[in-house]
């Protein structure tokens, strides 16, 4: 018997494997291992089973390949457990032997988080300093983090349709960003008049961003709710003051609702919609006119991430090592 | 942040959970509710990378659900690497939460013993006393271990066309079964000759077994090795000889060519390709004619033995319980 080793990496192990400006270069490096073409990701896999999902995502590079295994249980909020749970393991390409197990909901937030910053570095000016938040969960946090490390971040806002939540969340950033001015909205249009750069975090199935083309224009959105084609965070008159819609993945175009609905109706047209990689490997940034990022994430940016957190955690000795 | 843990499962720690009387039990479990329905699997899904693949084998059951990730990399063993490598996430079906990794390997080569025994149970007389086993492989191993549990064996032959393997595999079998006469032969012919039920666990193209109707006639079967199509390990004058070929899943009539060329070639009848299943509910075993059980496994398997090592390993707290 041949003696194999896992290592087991918890939220706290991976959230504190890497800087934040480690992360935000891990994810440049899946964007430009996606513009080169430099992996195999196979379509995502779906299980149904009544009204919860398990959903399969494998992806492949020289080095390593990984599977998340996502599952999604909408009735969990009831019972006071978070609706998505997950699981990835990182395995080595050649041998295909298991190297570690870590906890897919907080890789995932920490790289969408690191997306999400990716995006403000590449679509927003460099001297934004007001950043507003719709939406308090999890991504939202993630993102509030992020932005910081992107962007010299002086006022942060948040709304959200509950404003108790909202509190908590100010109160848990204020942990975080000790010397930020950290202030809640009584409206969207409120926290949108006060912040450049506007990201939303929320599961809304309509706008959460206000239909006003005089409110919205010159200011910079990065969407990461929608991830379903009926679910929609951007109003009809975005689209018309876009020079082109920014994206993680071309898969953006069916899988969310955001630029999905926004082709079908004609608001937006199939070559304004752009892969993000292709200004990220042209080292480019864009004109500081209205701008929208919308992220939906691939099995890549777990890939990725795992890869980087499984190095140094190794490095470090951060994690539990186990027999398996 | 909720703390949440997971069980990690070593090889020694999933052949220690259960003894062998319970884990043919729970692979008797497995069949009848496979024969109520009372499980949810999706199709076995692919991802290939080069020579190399990662199989995804989830299944639900009311209670649990698991997902087997296993990767099959040929060029293994002449970097004296296994070829298979295999990691189990066990996860709690109505909240979707993730409670145990297992190495899937042992979970494999357990699980598929105990499937083996299960057949032998059902398919051979209770009083037989010798058996032969072809292939010297992990899955010979096991396939030894639990026929041992169910039958009075007094006498186990042994054949591999590479000598020094089945001189090893002696050595290895001899620790865990001391009492046992232990013998290798020089031929197929003389392991059939002297067995009275015969496990092939090869991953031979062509019949491993000897294509003689008057030597074969009379002997039971159970076959392990043939996972695919074009792999064989029965011969030609073997079906003409069985009332029914039991199979552990309908599944085997695509995916072993023990089935699947027999079908096509019409040596069998496709009325007499039986589950195995249908006799274990109906709580009969067969009539003692030649006979041959064909296995391919499924994740129910994996599902249902994870489930009850599991339960078992927080009750006896085996295994090393890891916050996540």
């Known amino acids: 018997m041949i003696l194999e080793f896992m290592l087991i990496l918890n939220q706290r192990e991976i959230w504190s494997a890497l800087s934040f400006e480690e992360a935000l270069s891990a994810m440049e490096e899946a964007f430009l291992l996606f513009e080169a ?18 959903l399969l995502m494998p992806c492949f590079t020289n080095q390593y390949f990984g599977t998340k295994l996502v599952s999604v249980n909408p009735e969990n909020p009831k019972r006071n457990l978070p609706a998505i749970y997950g699981s990835m393991i990182l395995n080595d390409t050649t041998s295909g032997e298991a190297l570690s197990l870590m906890n897919g909901a907080a890789l995932t937030a920490f790289r969408t988080g690191a997306v999400g910053g990716i995006g403000i570095k590449y679509t927003t000016p460099v001297n934004a300093n007001s950043v507003g938040i719709i939406g308090t969960g999890v991504q939202g946090f993630t993102q509030a983090l992020f932005a910081c490390k992107v962007r010299p971040i002086k006022e942060l806002y948040v709304f959200d349709t509950q404003q108790k939540k909202a509190n908590e969340f100010i109160a848990k950033l204020k942990m975080e960003l000790p010397h930020l001015k950290l202030q809640s909205c009584s409206s969207n249009i409120e926290l949108v008049n006060k912040s450049q750069i506007i990201i939303t975090t929320t599961t809304s199935k309509k706008a959460v961003v206000p239909d006003d083309a005089e ?19 951007f109003p009809a008159q975005l689209y018309p003051l876009l020079d082109k819609l920014y994206v993680d993945t071309p898969f953006a175009k069916e899988e969310t609702g955001d630029v999905a609905t926004a082709l079908k109706n004609g608001l937006i047209s199939d070559s304004q919609v752009t892969p993000i990689s292709k200004l990220i490997a ?16 691939m099995a890549l940016f777990d890939l990725v991430m795992a890869q980087k957190i499984y190095a140094r955690a190794m490095e470090s000795k951060i994690g539990s090592e186990i027999e398996i």
Chains 1, 2 share one sequence.
Do not use: C, Q
Request: proline share 4%; aromatic share 8%; charged share 25%.
């Open 215 to 233: 409110l919205i224009k010159g200011k910079h959105f990065i969407g990461i709710g929608s991830y379903k084609p009926d679910m929609h965070e």
């Open 282 to 297: 042209s080292k480019k940034t864009i004109a500081e006119t209205t701008s929208l990022f919308k992220s939906v994430g």
């Open 37 to 54: 073409g430099d992996f195999h990701m196979p379509d995502r896999m779906h299980a149904h089973h009544g009204d919860n999902t398990l």
